[in-house]
Nanobody, 124 residues
């Protein structure tokens, strides 16, 4: 059973930064591709960024490039999402996800395991 626990969300002013964490309860973390998604009220879940298993190759949604960064610490089975220059439109629940599938990891359908989500609110 894979469990993912996110933390680090909160309220921040526009232009500020936050770092989200997601810790996985798995035996071997490196075999999982890890992704971050977000979902704003009334909108579909949106891909943010992913880190491919083993290779660590990263995939970014075009709108997130330059502001958001993914990093993983395999020793402590944790993946991070560093978010800089936050905007009010970044307000959403942010989800961590994991998959073993060999697919392009930019769709919710590619993932089998999800965290409970953490709220990020950016005030103007």
């Amino acid at each position: 059973q894979v469990q993912l626990v996110e933390s680090g969300g909160g309220l921040v002013q526009a232009g500020g930064s936050l770092r989200l964490s997601c810790t996985a309860s798995v035996r071997t973390f490196t075999i999982y591709t890890m992704g971050w998604f977000r979902q704003a009220p009334g909108k579909e879940r949106e891909f943010v960024v992913a880190s491919r298993r083993s290779s660590g190759v990263t995939y970014y949604a075009d709108s997130m490039k330059g502001r958001f960064t993914i990093a993983r610490d395999n020793a402590i089975k944790t993946v991070y999402l560093q978010m800089n220059t936050l905007k009010p439109e970044d307000t959403a629940v942010y989800y961590c996800a994991a998959t073993l599938r060999e697919v392009v990891p930019d769709s919710p359908a590619a993932y089998d395991y999800w965290g409970q989500g953490t709220q990020v609110t950016v005030s103007s």
